[in-house]
């Protein structure tokens, strides 16, 4: 699984489910007035790739958006307390691990970089250790 950084717009958007239940589209972008449709679809189908939501359909037809049952077991990884509702069936797959950022103060792991390095290139002069060319001195055996 890949680790991720989730955004606070999106842990918003997974406490509000987990919290309320299901939700369509039209009741997100009620309770998400800064959101426009656009940017809450693809913040949902992002976060469904990463099954921390999941679609479902709800009276005539009407789609609507989920907490992944599997995902409540991480949600306190992403700082959020809520126990899962007692009706939840568990689903298909788990939630992508959310890495936390390094704390303040802490240093980022060092990265060379190995194309912008210096070269060395002194082999042909370089110091040997002393009779170690010595075998040059002697005649080879197939020579005429």
Partial sequence: MSNTQMGRES?????????????????????????????????????????????MTVGQGERAWR???????????????????????RGVGRPRDVVTGPAPGVLPARRDNVYEAPVWKGWEAAPTRAGSMDFLSCPSRGAI
């Fill in 11 to 55: 842990i918003r958007l997974i406490k509000h489910l987990a919290e309320n239940g299901p939700r369509t589209v039209t009741a997100l972008l009620a309770a998400f007035p800064s959101e426009n449709r656009h940017d809450l679809q693809r913040r949902l189908s992002n976060l469904e790739q990463g099954w921390w939501v999941q679609k």
């Fill in 67 to 89: 907490v992944n049952p599997n995902a409540y077991t991480k949600l306190p990884s992403i700082g959020l307390q809520v126990p899962p509702p007692p009706s939840a069936k």
